[in-house]
Structures are given as C-alpha cells and as structure tokens.
C-alpha cells in the first residue's frame, strides 16, 4: 500500500534530497512539505503548504500521513542569535513532532547530528541531544534517528567553515581511526532514510557515522 510522508526541512540540504528520491519511490503516493514560505516542486506526487511555525498548532490538519521526515535545522548567525536557533532546532520540530503523533503518525525520522547530547558543551550538540530526548518521550510505533558527520552539498546560504572542512576532513579521515568521521552527502542521507523507512521495524533506531554509508 502506497504511504503518505510529511517533511519539514524540505528545501534544505537533505530535505531537497528526500524529495528529489521520494517522488521516484513506488511505495510513496504522496509528499506533503511544510514550509515557511511557498516552495513549490514540479511533481504531481509533492503538495506543498505554507505554515507558520509559531503557530502550528493551526495547521494540525497537515500531519496527518505515515511517516514524518523531519530534516529542519538552523545555524546561530542564520537564524540570528542562539534563542532563535533553539526555537528552529528544538521547539518547532518537537512541536510538529507532537502533532504527527498525535494524528496517529507511525514512523518519525530525525535528522540530528554526530555527537548529539544533552550536556555538550557546544550550544549546537546540545540542542540536538535535547530534541532527540524530548522526542523519544511521544507515543510513535518506531522513531529512527541519523547522526551524520559533516555534510556535503549545495546549500542555499554560504557556511564557510562547512566548506573548509568539506576539503579537509575527507583527507585527515584517511588517518587510522578516523575513517568513520569523513564527511556523508546530504542525499547520501536521505537515501538511508528512505532505505530504512521502506524496511519494517519497531522502537527506537539510532544511525551513526559508518552506519549511514550502508543501506
């Protein structure tokens, strides 16, 4: 039977990637992206919804489907300060995430990221870590969640240390030990995630660095 996926983070790296190979998918007959502003893609397959994500809570409605793919994500000077990155990083996914399982939703698929915990020192890891524990708390048949390394890819804004280490980490990941490290394409990403959530399952699943790179 043909399934229904929400994203939101739709026209980010990975996001992009998941639409890109969703709509090539048999086993998904419709996708549905949550944006912020209208974001239209040519395929008869994607619908796309403009929400406001101060107010989500209007738009219930829209998670409603069988998966939930949630690829949001912010840096502190793109968002403009840290209290506006936790809104994006935590609270708007945890709030969509809450709605999806309370619409019945089965399947939440998380975008977080290597070194992800709750009492890192780094403000970024931190908020990655407290989303991936505040969601583990809602009611959802099976929760996968991916901690990819550094990400390779075209964005849509400049991320000048992302480049730096894009050309560097590839090289010192050669190194014993450190293979594990290297840096993981965003649609790389997303192929994993399509890959798992074609595969039946049940709890909770965590896929960290070389796990990503195998389907």
């Given at each position: 039977m043909a399934k229904k996926a929400i994203i939101i983070g739709a026209t980010g790296l990975i996001g992009s990637h998941l639409i890109e190979q969703l709509v090539q998918d048999d086993s998904f007959d419709e996708i549905v992206t949550l944006t912020r502003r209208s974001a239209p893609f040519s395929h008869?397959?994607?619908?796309?919804?403009?929400?406001d994500f101060e107010r989500l809570e209007e738009h219930a409605n829209l998670f409603r489907g069988d998966l939930l793919f949630s690829c949001l994500g912010t840096t502190k000077k793109q968002a403009g300060g840290l209290e506006r990155q936790y809104k994006v990083d935590v609270e708007y996914q945890f709030r969509a995430a809450q709605l999806a399982a309370d619409n019945g939703v089965s399947h939440y698929l998380l975008v977080s990221s290597s070194g992800a915990n709750p009492k890192s020192s780094s403000a970024y890891l931190r908020m990655k870590g407290e989303l991936e524990q505040k969601v583990l708390t809602l009611p959802f048949t099976r929760?996968?969640?991916f901690r990819p390394s550094l990400l390779l890819?075209?964005?849509?804004?400049?991320?000048p240390a992302e480049k730096i280490g894009a050309v560097l980490l590839p090289w010192v990941c050669r190194l014993p030990g450190l293979r594990q490290y290297r840096p993981i394409s965003g649609a790389q990403v997303a192929e994993k995630m399509i890959n798992v959530c074609n595969k039946t399952g049940t709890g909770i699943e965590t896929f960290t660095l070389d796990e990503l790179f195998y389907t």
């Open positions: 008869p397959k994607v619908h796309n919804e403009v929400v929760i996968s969640i890819g075209e964005r849509g804004e400049s991320r």
